[in-house]
């Protein structure tokens, strides 16, 4: 059951890194496009035009083995990181044969420096820095060691390097708070405001997944749908406000029966919908037979108010081979659990 979450949220993961590696391709072809043109336009001197061309020919055969060879299989931060160390080295190699610090091309590691932060976060960007900053010292020509560590060279480094750890602070505070205003959006999009569980939409999203586990691994799964017998006469009799926390303790009482690899959702009003990964019908009714006890012995509002649940339980494959079917099977079921009289399950 932990195997099914892990691989949930490695599916989750390869998704983000495929939407990073597009972008970072889209940069890496930039910066090849701006060397090719600096070379057409007859930028840098006769004789480094033979080490211009073949650092241009080694750079793409790098873009075209990381992007069309299919050698990696799976994306990871680790390609990327190794793509900007490239990227690095193709940009000094190309520095060094048109004029060093004096290069047209000096503001392409603004691109290396930027695809670090947006892709890589903080710490792996500030080692980038660390790099590209070793490369300016080596793009320096420095005559010696004391040259080098001399206060005029040293000021002279460091206001030639500030506007890229400026890009590269700007960048990454700038990618943190959008990575963080997606988040809370998603998170938003796909919570219920009143009990802080997935919503229907929320639901979907990782039902569909989890269920594609379950058909193409042949695994058990259940869907349980729950229903509040008396929130309608909770609201008449003590407003919905009194309603509101009845759904806040009924999620918790809820919650306090499942695995935390179960997933627990409101499906809309006083309808709630759970899914069992991995779970056959004797697990799922024994799931569902402890929730209507607990919830049976739960008092809300100051112990004035007290509920009990009916539940309708289906099974994958014997109640559907789609997640609509068995979404429909539990449906049906729990509307013949209410109908028999209520605070009970029925499969």
Not at 61 to 72: L, N, S
Request: with cysteine; proline share 1%.
């Amino acid at each position: 059951m932990s195997d099914t979450v892990d691989s949930n949220a490695v599916s989750l993961e390869q998704e983000e890194l495929r939407g990073i590696s597009r972008t970072v391709a889209e940069i890496e072809w930039l910066l090849l496009v701006l060397v090719l043109l600096y070379y057409a336009f007859g930028g840098g001197h006769p004789e480094d035009k033979a080490a211009i061309v073949s650092g241009l020919l080694a750079y793409t055969a790098c873009i075209m083995g990381f992007r069309y060879t299919h050698f990696f299989k799976r994306e990871s931060r680790w390609k990327v990181a190794v793509e900007t160390w490239i990227m690095t080295a193709f940009v000094t190699w190309s520095l060094w044969h048109t004029g060093k610090l004096d290069s047209p091309l000096i503001n392409s590691y603004l691109l290396v420096i930027i695809t670090s932060a947006l892709t890589l976060g903080k710490i792996t960007t500030l080692l980038e820095l660390a790099l590209i900053a070793t490369c300016f010292v080596l793009l320096g020509d420095y005559d010696s060691i004391g040259e080098l560590t001399s206060l005029s060279s040293l000021g002279g480094v460091l206001a030639e390097f500030a506007p890229f750890i400026l890009v590269a602070y700007i960048t990454t505070m700038f990618s943190s708070d959008i990575r963080y205003g997606l988040n809370k959006a998603k998170l938003m999009s796909e919570s219920d405001d009143l009990t802080g569980i997935l919503n229907r939409r929320g639901f979907a999203i990782l039902a569909d997944r989890l269920f594609g586990q379950a058909v193409r691994y042949n695994r058990a799964l259940s869907i349980l749908m729950i229903d509040c017998d008396n929130l309608k006469q909770v609201n008449d009799d003590f407003g919905h406000k009194a309603g509101d926390v009845l759904l806040k303790d009924l999620v918790k009482s809820i919650q306090g029966q499942l695995r935390y690899t179960d997933v627990l959702a409101r499906h809309g009003g006083d309808e709630f919908v759970v899914l069992l990964p991995e779970t056959t019908a004797a697990g799922a009714l024994d799931v569902a037979e402890r929730i209507r006890r607990a919830v049976d012995q739960m008092h809300a509002g100051g112990n004035t108010i007290h509920t009990t649940v009916s539940i309708g339980c289906a099974v994958y494959p014997e109640e559907g081979r789609t997640l609509d079917a068995l979404m429909s099977g539990a449906d049906r079921n729990l509307y013949q659990a209410k109908s028999l009289g209520r605070n009970q399950v029925v499969r």
